[in-house]
């Protein structure tokens, strides 16, 4: 864990830059092929990385600057491979700024993601329903966030190179639509076809660690909050620095605090992760084409 605060110096942005370049072609090294799609796989989501295809797996400690999860459910595994032939990384497991890592390192994989090549990050979720008629383990695709946890992953000198390749990477940028309209309706689509419940829903980002208390729960509510996590929102904002297409998808894995008369527990949260994997593998894995597709009309 690198210290120095959550305010990077200007010499610093250029060394993030530098450190970033360094994993992105170690990476290169070990798998030749460009993903295009970039996916964070939240809490109990790992799974689905058992789906990727001709996979090269690197664990994050063999990666250069790389951080390392701390939290039990966050194995902490770069996947490289292809997904009905549409070429992927996989991140299984991702660092909290509550474990005490600086905004430059929670958000360090995603950059990246996007210096690696990819376009589109995918970024899932465990969350707590605030929404009543958000169901515990369902899956909810995220329409549009609130960021309360004080910090922003953009803070400090910009660094205008992680943008060069979209044409982004400027120091204000536009967070309207920040989650792909685009990319949310080919999710429903699908998941309509399949017969997967997926609503929208707000995301509203904590710090964390503690779960919130249920006066939160109710404030949050009333700020337009459907959902609660404590990750996802600075990596948004990295990506669409980068002018990356975000789509987002929590899982519910349990109802908000003081939702139901009962305290939320994390082993609660992982079961429920795995209850829901099912759904989630096999919407996931027939988007990404659907995506690719999408994304490369969008570039064009
Ligand atoms: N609150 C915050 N983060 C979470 C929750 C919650 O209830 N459930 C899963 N992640």
């Known amino acids: 864990m690198g210290g120095g605060g959550c305010t990077p110096r200007k010499e610093h942005m250029h060394e993030i ?41 690197i664990p994050y400690s063999e990666i250069p600057h790389f951080p390392q999860s701390t939290v039990v459910g966050h194995s902490g595994k770069l996947i490289l491979g292809h997904i009905h032939g ?36 995918i970024v899932t979720n465990a969350a707590g329903g605030i929404r ?18 004080g910090m922003n992953a953009a803070v400090g000198p910009n660094e205008p190179r992680f943008g060069v390749a979209t044409g982004s990477g400027q ?9 792909s309209p685009a990319l949310r309706n080919l999710a429903q689509q699908e998941a309509a076809r399949r017969n997967i419940g997926l609503p929208e829903g707000v995301y509203l980002a904590v710090l964390g660690p503690s779960y919130e208390t249920p006066a939160e729960i109710r404030a949050f509510r009333t700020l337009g909050a459907d959902l609660v996590g404590m990750s996802t ?27 139901l ?22 919407l996931l894995e027939a988007l990404i084409p659907q995506i690719k597709a999408e994304t490369a009309q969008h570039h064009a």
């Open 261 to 282: 008369d009962q305290p939320i527990n994390h082993e609660e949260v992982m079961q429920m992760g795995l209850q829901a994997e099912a759904d989630f593998t096999s």
């Open 132 to 149: 009543p008629d958000l169901p515990q383990g369902g899956l909810v695709a995220i329409s549009d966030h609130i960021n309360l946890t």
């Open 17 to 57: 830059y530098k450190r970033a370049q360094d994993a992105a072609g170690h990476i290169r090294q070990r798998s030749p092929n460009a993903p295009a799609i970039g996916i964070i796989l939240g809490s109990g989501l790992g799974n689905f990385a058992n789906r990727v295809q001709e996979q090269v797996s």
């Open 233 to 259: 929102v600075h990596e948004v904002i990295v990506a669409r620095h980068m002018g990356l297409q975000v789509l987002g998808l929590s899982l519910v894995t349990n109802l908000a605090a003081g939702v």
């Open 86 to 121: 549409v070429p992927v990384a996989v991140m299984q497991g991702r660092v909290h700024a509550y474990e005490g890592y600086t905004m430059p390192e929670v958000t360090f994989p995603t950059r990246v993601l996007g210096l690696l090549g990819c376009r589109t990050l």
């Open 171 to 179: 120091r204000f940028f536009d967070m309207s639509n920040a989650y």
